[in-house]
């Protein structure tokens, strides 16, 4: 099984419509998960961490699910510039060791 | 945004040539980090470095080598390379190894060994 799975997409997606995705992890002694967001062609950067009790950045929320060992991603009101690869990233724990997901291509259309 | 520069932006080597790819943090961090990005493939963690110490060595071909001088700086020496390395290099910093510190990305070097 891998560390850190994502279904690669593209997750065609109209202007102003929901979009939501999963990512499921390998490491239940797993402490922290974070999304990054990667332009093409650019560096990925840190889009938001995820907590246990959820939490929301404007049209973003983030979930952990520690039980089913999943992190899910949700953008609302999507615009044309959420149009990036959304990676998931889990922290092994020990050396801020982190792992990547493949990442979730999203394409807003207008 | 100037925090994590990386040069150079483009490489292309031959098989047999040497070259360096050079990391300069502006952050103020203590941990650096190299990291491999193939495509179709998630970032791989190559090395990490703590107060200029190695402290993580992914099982990494020999012919990379890491060198960190200072905590601002980190370089990647690379020789006899094989055509299947092509790939994004990105550098990365964060403040420690803390497990909650967020990493800041360089723009990555885009290397093709032909």
């Known amino acids: 099984r891998k560390e850190v799975e994502q279904d690669p997409g593209p997750f065609n997606v109209p202007e102003g419509a929901t979009v939501a995705f999963n990512c499921t992890y390998s490491?239940?002694?797993?402490?922290?998960f974070f999304w990054y967001r990667q332009d093409c062609r650019k560096e990925p950067k840190l889009l938001m961490s995820v907590y246990s009790s959820g939490n929301e950045d404007g049209r973003f929320t983030a979930q952990l699910n520690r039980a089913s060992q999943y992190i899910s991603l949700l953008i609302r009101d999507s615009k044309l510039s959420d149009s990036a690869t959304y990676l998931c990233?889990?922290?092994?724990?020990?050396?801020?060791?982190?792992?990547f997901g493949k990442g979730n291509q999203v394409v807003v259309i207008p | 945004e100037t925090g994590v520069t990386q040069t150079p932006r483009l490489l292309v080597m031959g098989m047999t040539n040497k070259k360096s790819l050079k990391c300069e943090q502006h952050l103020g961090h203590n941990a650096m980090y190299w990291y491999k990005q193939s495509a179709k493939k998630p970032l791989e963690l190559m090395f990490v470095y703590n107060f200029k110490e190695q402290t993580e060595n992914n099982s990494v071909p020999s012919r990379f080598s890491p060198e960190c001088p200072n905590s601002s700086h980190l370089f990647l020496h690379l020789h006899t390379l094989q055509p299947e390395d092509s790939a994004l290099y990105l550098c990365a910093s964060s403040p420690r190894t803390g497990d909650t510190d967020t990493q800041y990305f360089g723009p990555g070097t885009r290397l093709t060994v032909l």
């Open positions: 490491n239940s002694a797993s402490q922290s």
């Open positions: 990233v889990v922290n092994r724990g020990g050396n801020n060791r982190l792992a």
